[in-house]
């Protein structure tokens, strides 16, 4: 079976079931972070275990990616692979289908002498797909059109999410 093939199957059977069990679709994910060397963190989710830390510059030891290579990774491979899936359900043939993530930021705003309007995050963030297809041009807008539509990480850029902080401290003082 082709790649395109076993991915239309995959979606179909997905719809079908988020259409009959709405519940199906929802979930929750949780990743642990532990630091383990200066900077250096150990990430484990499920049966996935990666690393992520700072340049030597900053005080880290060059040991994995930073976190933004890992979000601007999140967001193009994301973007990426809902492009591949919509191709493959409207039976559009794409040869190659390439996603560069840019960002832009200013490091001084953390570390703290960046001017107090410039944020943490990014300035901006651009986005640029090459595709390499034979199909029409108004059939490729329409996969990348649906693609964005239903990205969950062009969302997650996109829109404020709220983020909920719970802190657990735990004292290493001894009581005399």
């Known amino acids: 079976m082709k790649e395109a093939e076993k991915i239309k199957i995959a979606v179909e059977r997905c719809k079908k079931v988020f259409t009959l069990k709405p519940a199906m679709g929802e979930g929750m994910a949780v990743s642990k972070v532990r630091m383990v060397n200066g900077l250096t963190c150990e990430i484990i989710e499920g ?10 510059a900053i005080g880290g030891n060059n040991s994995a990616p930073t976190p933004g290579v890992y979000g601007r990774a999140a967001l193009g491979s994301c973007l990426a692979i809902g492009y591949i899936m ?7 043939p794409v040869k190659n289908l390439e996603v560069e993530v840019q960002a832009d930021f200013d490091d001084g705003a953390l570390i703290g002498t960046a001017n107090k309007n410039v944020p943490p995050g990014y300035l901006e963030v651009r986005y640029t797909i090459t595709i390499e297809s034979d199909a029409e041009e108004e059939k490729i807008m329409q996969i990348i059109n649906e693609g964005d539509k239903h990205s969950p990480y062009l969302d997650v850029f996109s829109r404020a999410q709220k983020c909920v902080r719970n802190i657990n401290i735990v004292s290493t003082k001894i009581n005399s």
């Open 47 to 56: 049966n996935w275990k990666f690393s992520a830390d700072m340049p030597e």
């Open 86 to 92: 919509k191709a493959a359900q409207l039976d559009i």
